[in-house]
């Protein structure tokens, strides 16, 4: 069996698939804030007892978690110290003098994670071709880590000036902290992200330091927990790129998982939209405490090189913590199952981005939580059966949801409870639809030729509707959507990423030097697939290189061919990539300008031996005693209305039915509205055509 374990804000999900015969088995379990791996071993457990399969039969764990995401968000990282070079102690608070909201007089930055006086400098100096302009002074550099670790620092980040092009400096301090302090965690820039861009690059080795004496011991901790069962599959982690990698890898590299809850759900949506031939993909992942969207265009989700964490503005770029780490082009929102929803100074309806988690929960899960959330209203509004919630593991009361929105909601807003649950379900919904366009728009992409594959606990009660306001005229639910990250977890490929930059005009480029580096990325990674054990197919190697028209400050990566270059016509096939990709990109690109290159990448795929195309779901969980209908909500409908209820184990391939229908599985609610037709594919997901409003005038 492999093993799929996705750790979200109230519900950790776990898939498993046995390897012989595609056969798969899921549980969902509370998540345990305190310590994440409480609820892994109670779901592992469950899976296990499903199984009724000799504990040696599970050979590979693959773990989301988004521990290093929320760490850096709540700012629960480790003391942490920062060594640069002299003149560069500031770059944290200076970054890049950009005002990200230029008409806001009172604007807030994100506080550094490292205050000012765990920051030293040491004297040397290297020049941007890595040759040395002044020696270090590692005598100096000695006594500042001295200093910084009898302060009471656990962890400090190492970033030189110009040390991705020579890392002698940082290796020579790094290898004398750690000899005369073994306990300290060490990260160096030129391992975390060698690239240009001083800031950037301090920004996410700081954030490196600051969460990995967190994740080093919870990812101990959770391997000696998992091998006290009597367990020792071989143990992975899902990287923010859509891959994964080895606990020891994770432990080095923390920072490249900041996205890793996130990057299941986009592996698995691709995969399902490839099988029922949909290239271009909105994939809509919605769970208790969050919602996910990734834009998928020609079968695979776009992979950046640059994102942020903790924002202080949703949508505003630049008021976040920048990361140079490679991450699937994601958007988080504050939108889950378990958001709160309450009224603002001008008692105006917010969802969110508050939650109630798994504990209290939601009012309904009847654990102590008082304040009405979106499950809440969805369960007053009809779409949840209140017997059947996670197959009739939990109970949900639903007096108590009709109590919440009342005392909070309703009597606020002068509405009857039901009025008001279909005001906080508007609402977070317009919110994710409004956040996608924007998304989208930013890429140049125009959602309404996509189709919308949904997934998660919560994302198909919600999607028929964000898809009615984004005008996606098809939405594609899989089998299993409820645990749909994990699924993805345990099919993701293993991947290993590396970069160098090298900034030259393309006319100037030596191609020697494209080689050398090239050939040192493709040592480096052979070296780390070396160490994960399971990866028997052949590799995918990538080349790709981030451009620009020179005098720009943003860049654009673009595919390169797999070879030596340095013959005649490699400048004019780059020219002929990177406008085609820029025009792509911006709707035109400018003849006759001049480019450079920046940074060279990298990539290597090893597939997984596990297809989605070969799995089969379990289907316990079926009950022919169950209500085959009920009133729900349809806004079109003008209210409450009788609404058939289908269990998603009785449909068989080829079955068509009409909306308004509840399409209910263990893990999730497929909620259609009247008008719609969906269709059985021959995989079993569910195809929808949704009934549009008619556009207005």
């Known amino acids: 069996m492999i093993l799929g374990v996705d750790v979200g804000g109230t519900f950790t999900d776990l898939v498993a698939i046995n390897e012989t015969d595609g056969a798969v088995l899921s549980a969902k379990t509370s998540t345990t804030p305190e310590d994440p791996s409480k609820g892994i071993l109670t779901g592992i457990g469950i899976i296990l007892k499903l199984a009724g399969a000799q504990r040696e039969s599970m050979t590979e764990l693959v773990h989301g978690t988004t521990l290093v995401a929320n760490a850096l968000i709540e700012r629960k990282g480790a003391q942490t110290g920062l060594i640069t070079t002299k003149g560069f102690r500031d770059i944290l608070e200076i970054g890049r003098e950009t005002r990200f909201d230029i008409y806001d007089m009172a604007i807030r930055r994100p506080e550094p994670l490292v205050e000012r006086w765990r920051r030293a400098t040491v004297s040397e100096r290297l020049d941007a071709e890595g040759g040395v302009v002044e020696p270090l002074d590692e005598t100096q550099a000695m006594a500042v880590a001295d200093g910084l670790i009898r302060g009471g620092v656990e962890s400090i980040a190492i970033c030189l000036m110009h040390s991705w092009a020579n890392p002698s400096h940082e290796k020579a301090i790094r290898d004398r902290v750690k000899a005369a302090f073994p306990d300290t965690y060490v990260s160096i820039s030129f391992d975390v992200a060698p690239e240009i861009r001083e800031y950037e690059r301090t920004s996410t080795t700081v954030a490196n330091a600051?969460?990995?004496?967190?994740?080093?011991?919870?990812?101990?901790?959770?391997?000696?927990?998992?091998?006290?069962?009597?367990?020792?599959?071989?143990?992975?982690?899902?990287?923010?790129?859509?891959?994964?990698?080895?606990?020891?890898?994770?432990?080095?590299?923390?920072?490249?998982?900041?996205?890793?809850?996130?990057?299941?759900?986009?592996?698995?949506?691709?995969?399902?939209?490839?099988?029922?031939?949909?290239?271009?993909?909105?994939?809509?992942?919605?769970?208790?405490?969050?919602?996910?969207?990734?834009?998928?265009?020609?079968?695979?989700?776009?992979?950046?090189?640059?994102?942020?964490?903790?924002?202080?503005?949703?949508?505003?770029?630049?008021?976040?913590?920048?990361?140079?780490?490679?991450?699937?082009?994601?958007?988080?929102?504050?939108?889950?199952?378990?958001?709160?929803?309450?009224?603002?100074?001008?008692?105006?309806?917010?969802?969110?981005?508050?939650?109630?988690?798994?504990?209290?929960?939601?009012?309904?899960?009847?654990?102590?939580?008082?304040?009405?959330?979106?499950?809440?209203?969805?369960?007053?509004?009809?779409?949840?059966?209140?017997?059947?919630?996670?197959?009739?593991?939990?109970?949900?009361?639903?007096g108590r949801a009709q109590k919440a929105i009342g005392e909070?909601?309703?009597?606020?807003?002068?509405?009857?409870?039901?009025?008001?649950?279909?005001?906080?379900?508007?609402?977070?919904?317009?919110?994710?639809?409004?956040?996608?366009?924007?998304?989208?728009?930013?890429?140049?992409?125009?959602?309404?030729?996509?189709?919308?594959?949904?997934?998660?606990?919560?994302?198909?009660?919600?999607?028929?509707?964000?898809a009615r306001l984004l005008r996606i005229e098809r939405i594609l639910c899989p089998f299993g959507a409820g645990v749909a990250s994990a699924l993805g977890f345990a099919v993701a490929p293993k991947v290993v990423d590396d970069v160098r930059s090298y900034v030259a005009r393309l006319s100037d480029v030596d191609w020697t030097r494209v080689n050398a580096l090239f050939a040192e990325m493709q040592e480096h990674t052979r070296d780390v697939l070396a160490q994960a054990e399971g990866a028997t197919l052949a590799p995918k190697v990538e080349y790709m290189v981030e451009m620009r028209y020179t005098g720009q400050t943003h860049n654009i990566t673009v595919d390169l061919p797999v070879r030596k270059f340095g013959q005649e016509g490699d400048a004019a096939d780059m020219t002929r990539r990177f406008q085609s990709t820029y025009k792509r990109r911006f709707g035109?690109?400018?003849?006759?300008?001049?480019?450079?290159?920046?940074?060279?990448?990298?990539?290597?795929?090893?597939?997984?031996?596990?297809?989605?195309?070969?799995?089969?779901?379990?289907?316990?969980?079926?009950?022919?005693?169950?209500?085959?209908?009920?009133?729900?909500?349809?806004?079109?409908?003008?209210?409450?209305?009788?609404?058939?209820?289908?269990?998603?184990?009785?449909?068989?391939?080829?079955?068509?039915?009409?909306?308004?229908?509840?399409?209910?599985?263990?893990?999730?609610?497929?909620?259609?509205?009247?008008?719609?037709?969906?269709?059985?594919?021959?995989?079993?997901?569910?195809?929808?055509?949704?009934?549009?409003?008619?556009?207005?005038?």
């Not at 399902?272 to 909105?282: F, P, Q, S, Y």
């Not at 630049?318 to 889950?336: C, F, N, R, Y």
């Open 210 to 398: 600051y969460v990995q004496p967190m994740m080093t011991r919870y990812l101990v901790r959770l391997r000696q927990q998992i091998e006290g069962l009597g367990l020792k599959p071989r143990l992975q982690v899902m990287l923010s790129s859509g891959g994964v990698t080895t606990f020891g890898q994770a432990a080095n590299l923390p920072v490249r998982l900041v996205e890793s809850g996130a990057a299941g759900g986009a592996i698995a949506a691709s995969y399902w939209g490839k099988l029922a031939g949909h290239l271009k993909i909105v994939a809509f992942d919605m769970g208790g405490t969050t919602a996910k969207i990734t834009l998928i265009d020609g079968g695979r989700p776009e992979i950046v090189n640059e994102l942020e964490v903790a924002r202080l503005h949703r949508l505003k770029q630049g008021s976040g913590l920048p990361m140079k780490t490679a991450s699937i082009d994601v958007i988080e929102i504050g939108a889950g199952g378990g958001s709160i929803a309450h009224l603002d100074n001008l008692q105006l309806l917010q969802v969110g981005p508050q939650s109630a988690g798994a504990q209290p929960g939601p009012a309904c899960y009847a654990r102590g939580g008082d304040k009405p959330t979106v499950t809440d209203a969805d369960l007053v509004l009809g779409y949840l059966d209140p017997n059947y919630f996670l197959g009739g593991a939990m109970a949900l009361d639903r």
């Open 408 to 466: 909070t909601v309703a009597h606020a807003l002068g509405c009857s409870i039901e009025q008001a649950a279909a005001h906080i379900r508007a609402t977070v919904n317009d919110g994710m639809a409004r956040a996608l366009r924007v998304h989208a728009a930013e890429r140049g992409r125009d959602v309404r030729g996509f189709t919308l594959v949904t997934f998660g606990g919560a994302g198909p009660t919600h999607a028929y509707d964000i």
């Open 588 to 697: 035109h690109a400018l003849s006759g300008a001049s480019i450079e290159t920046l940074n060279w990448r990298l990539r290597v795929t090893v597939p997984n031996a596990v297809g989605l195309q070969t799995l089969h779901f379990a289907e316990a969980g079926a009950s022919a005693a169950r209500p085959r209908e009920r009133m729900a909500f349809f806004e079109e409908a003008g209210g409450m209305i009788p609404c058939k209820v289908y269990s998603r184990y009785e449909l068989a391939v080829g079955d068509v039915l009409a909306g308004p229908a509840l399409i209910e599985e263990r893990e999730s609610t497929f909620v259609v509205g009247p008008g719609a037709k969906i269709t059985v594919d021959s995989s079993r997901n569910l195809i929808v055509d949704v009934h549009l409003p008619a556009s207005p005038a």
